[in-house]
């Protein structure tokens, strides 16, 4: 971007906007009842997790007699 255009960008909004911008951007929040988000500490880790073994989901033998059910419905209207 020029540096033409960059200052009359910094020059349409006075400092004293800018300045009550941040201010307000420090407060809490008073619709989420949150404060103001404060940087935070992360602990870097390696990325690697746990292996999980491979297997069926959860639920899915609920869904093999519903299935089987409706099976032997159909064979017996048949």
């Avoid at 200052?7 to 349409?12: N, R």
């Avoid at 008073?30 to 073994?53: H, K, L, M, N, Y």
């Avoid at 639920?59 to 519903?66: C, T």
């Amino acid at each position: 971007m020029p540096r033409s255009a960059m200052q009359a960008m910094i020059d349409a909004v006075p400092s004293s906007l800018m300045s009550d911008l941040r201010a307000d951007a420090l407060k809490p929040n008073p619709v989420t009842g949150g404060a103001a988000p404060q940087p935070q500490q992360t602990q870097r880790g390696s990325g690697w997790i746990d292996e999980r073994p491979l297997g069926p989901p959860p639920g899915i033998s609920i869904i093999d007699e519903m299935c089987e059910a409706a099976d032997q419905r159909e064979r017996r209207e048949r």
